[in-house]
């Protein structure tokens, strides 16, 4: 998953700053199920990290009703 600088700096600005470290182009959230680690990629923030599921949106989307673009 990935998120815009500005989604992430959001995000961000939710988490206690004890849940948060920096390193670089690294950050890890520090999660209840364990660390989850963000990595900066050109303008966006990127996660490898487990999810339940996908986003409602995308769970609708079909190839004939495809998601709709990110800006």
């Known amino acids: ?4 600088t500005e ?8 988490l ?7 390193d670089g182009h690294r950050v890890t959230v520090h999660a209840t199920q364990g660390d989850v680690h963000w ?9 490898a990290a487990p999810f339940a599921g996908p986003p409602q949106f995308l769970a609708r989307a079909t190839p ?5 673009a990110r800006p």
Do not use: K, Y
Request: net charge negative; hydrophobic share 50%; glycine share 4%.
């Open 39 to 47: 990595h900066a990629v050109v303008d966006d923030w990127c996660t």
């Open 64 to 68: 004939e009703n495809p998601a709709p």
């Open 16 to 22: 206690g700053s004890d849940m948060v470290t920096a």
């Open 1 to 4: 998953m990935c998120l815009t």
């Open 7 to 14: 989604a992430f700096a959001l995000f961000l600005s939710i």
